[in-house]
Nanobody, 129 residues
Framework: QVQLVESGGASVQPGGSLTLSCKVS????????VGWFRRAPGKEREGISC????????YYYESMKGRFFISRNNAENTVELHMNSLKPEDTGVYYC??????????????????????WGQGTQVTVTS
């Protein structure tokens, strides 16, 4: 059974940094995509970035480029989201999700989060002074 557990959420001041971690277990595919998404209060889910666990390829939503960075640690089965220069509008619940890449491209899969079948419970990030 696939299980994803996010951690690292916290309350930080504007301009601060935070690293979230997504621990993936129970996944049998050797090549899968892990994506990070978020939902701000009163807003729809928003995509951040995805990474391929096989070749480390990445995809970033345009609005997330420059402040958010995704990385993987295959030995630990974790994917991290490094967030810098945080703003109050980054406040929200951050989720990771996993899906086999199969024949799909990472970018296509990442742009359609509905294709991700397995999701974590989310971790809260609050940016406030």
């Amino acid at each position: 059974q696939v299980q994803l557990v996010e951690s690292g959420g916290a309350s930080v001041q504007p301009g601060g940094s935070l690293t979230l971690s997504c621990k993936v277990s129970g996944f049998t595919s050797e090549d899968y995509a892990v994506g990070w998404f978020r939902r701000a209060p009163g807003k729809e889910r928003e995509g951040i970035s995805c990474i391929s666990t096989n070749d480390g390829g990445t995809y970033y939503y345009e609005s997330m480029k420059g402040r958010f960075f995704i990385s993987r640690n295959n030995a630990e089965n974790t994917v991290e989201l490094h967030m810098n220069s945080l703003k109050p509008e980054d406040t929200g619940v951050y989720y990771c999700a996993v899906e086999p890449l199969g024949l799909s491209s990472l970018s296509r899969l990442c742009r359609h989060p509905i294709f991700f079948a397995s999701w974590g419970q989310g971790t809260q990030v609050t940016v406030t002074s």
